[in-house]
């Protein structure tokens, strides 16, 4: 099975996520890559909040998606495809950090212990936004498991409380402790500092995207000539 043209998949752009769903379950698998790359920045990030070992990241990225691609036919529509999606990388990265045995449960964990912050940005540090986003992203990374993963659907990449909720398998109020304590940890200051900044945490670049796309589609169809 053949990949599809950069052209080919720019004309298919316009279809919904489900529709794309449909095609690829109907035999058109090469569209697959059009969810990859419409999800990935958001994959990313859920999976980073919760493996802070970028190789390791990718990984666990390339092997959600051959897993939500192996389960597309079951598919039932209940959620948006995104969140889906983003609920697979999450359980993906979590297995591993239980394989691993350091996962905790959530209320063991004493943040002032576990999460020191650093001092504030000097006015250095706040005259240059990448500098800004870099410490709310090491911020992020000393914040206890649930808590960065909360954090980072819900401030980061966007999402509702109730999809937040979806994506973690728990209720809307346990989203709603868990991110009460997290902005307690970060500091209010901090990111109130980086308002509309915030979105910029942990990008994922076009030579990564691309990284990702290729190596599930060499699983998916086979090495490209």
Known sequence: MT????????????????????RVVAGEAALFELLMRRNNPRVYRAIRSI???EGEVEDAMQQAYLQAYAGLA?????????????????????????RSGQLRPVDDVVLE???????????????????????????????????RTVLVLREV???????????LGVSEAVVKVRLHRARLALREVLMARLGP??????PFHATRCDRVVAAVLDRILGPSA
């Open 3 to 22: 990949r599809p043209a950069p052209a080919t998949l720019a004309a298919s752009a316009s279809l919904s996520d489900e529709e794309v769903v449909r």
């Open 51 to 53: 493996l802070r070992d």
């Open 113 to 147: 212990e576990e999460a020191p912050m650093d001092s504030p940005p000097t006015p250095e540090d706040r005259a240059a936004s990448r500098e800004a986003v870099a410490l709310v992203e090491e911020a992020i990374d000393r914040l206890p498991l649930h808590h």
């Open 157 to 167: 990449d966007g999402l509702s409380t109730g999809e937040t909720a979806e994506c």
């Open 197 to 202: 900044g915030a979105a910029e945490a942990f």
């Open 74 to 98: 079951g598919f039932q529509g209940g959620s948006a495809v995104s969140t889906w999606l983003v609920r697979i990388a999450i359980n993906e990265a979590l297995q591993r950090v239980r």
